[in-house]
Structure formats: structure tokens, C-alpha cells
């Protein structure tokens, strides 16, 4: 098991995509395929512009050990670009997490829909407290309120569900 994730970059503190305060940890790779889909330009993600940082290798002790000092935060966001095109280090990440016995809400921002992903979802369920956003961002969509999340979405289209 690696025992790295590589990000674009890690936010200590979020408020702003859950209702309680998170860690934000932005993954580093996205297919596009809520533009692609629509033929429209990938530069039009509001996520294109993290594609162009510098990747980050981090350890996985390292990111926990961060969390745990930070008495603020309660939850880790794993969000964009696209978490599931790392899955790996998605779950290697919980799955250290888990062993060091904190159970903190995990809330996975996706691109795809629960079709796309269940054996992504069914190898998630083993762990507690994991909260998936899925469906694609729709340009000009309207937003929604999300209870779950406790926050707006972007697209009408958008919705989480308390997996485990
Ligand atoms: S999944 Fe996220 S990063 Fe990828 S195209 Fe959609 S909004 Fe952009």
C-alpha cells in the first residue's frame, strides 16, 4: 500500500462545502467529463485552473497528523478535481484514518453518478461516517440546497448520500 497521496493542494480550515469545518484536500486529476459530455471547453470548469499547480506528494501520517492538531476541524473534504480518478489513495487515506481510530465525516466531492461508481461505493461502505456528493456540475444550472452537506450545490442535478 502506498502510504502517499499526491494533491494540488491541502486547506487547513474550510467552512464553505460542509456544515461542519474540514480539512479541504484537492486531488489532482479530472477527465473533464462534465464539459466533454456537453461539447463545451474544459477551460470552462471553475476547477481547470488547479490542473495547472504543481502536484504535491504527501505522506499519509503527515496529512493526519495535520487534522488531528487542528482542534477547528471536525471533517476532511476530498474534492477537485476528481477524487475517484485516485481511488486508491482515496481509500488509503481513509483507510489510515480508520486504523488510527478516528472516525471524523469523510465527504467526497464527485463528478459521477452512484451508477458510475458502485464498486467505488460498496469498497467505501466498510468505513464509517462517509458522506458522497455526486453528479456532474451543468452550466447555468441552478442550485440547490443539500441538507446533508448543509450547503448549496451548483447544479440542481447535485446530491450527497450518507453511504456509511
Ligand atoms: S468533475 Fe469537477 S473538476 Fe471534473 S469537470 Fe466536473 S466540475 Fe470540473
Do not use: H, W
Amino acid at each position: 500500500m502506498n502510504d502517499f497521496i499526491t494533491v494540488k493542494s491541502i486547506v487547513d480550515e474550510n467552512f464553505q462545502d460542509y456544515k461542519k469545518a474540514s480539512m479541504f484536500i484537492a486531488f489532482p486529476k479530472c477527465d473533464f467529463k462534465c464539459f466533454q459530455e456537453l461539447g463545451l471547453e474544459i477551460s470552462g470548469c471553475q476547477n481547470y485552473e488547479i490542473l495547472k499547480m504543481p502536484d504535491i506528494k504527501i505522506k499519509i501520517d503527515k496529512v493526519f497528523e495535520r487534522y488531528v492538531k487542528n482542534p477547528i476541524t471536525e471533517a476532511v473534504i476530498l474534492g477537485g478535481l476528481e477524487p475517484f480518478f485516485n481511488f486508491d489513495e482515496v481509500y488509503n487515506l481513509i483507510s489510515y484514518f480508520r486504523q488510527k481510530n478516528c472516525n471524523d465525516d469523510f465527504v467526497i466531492y464527485t463528478g459521477y453518478y452512484p451508477n458510475e461508481v458502485e464498486n467505488y461505493i460498496e469498497k467505501l461502505k466498510k468505513f464509517k461516517n462517509i458522506i458522497i456528493k455526486f453528479g456532474r456540475f451543468i452550466p447555468k444550472s441552478a442550485s440547490v440546497f443539500d441538507k446533508i452537506l448543509g450547503v448549496k450545490l451548483a447544479s440542481k442535478n447535485q446530491f450527497a448520500e450518507k453511504i456509511s
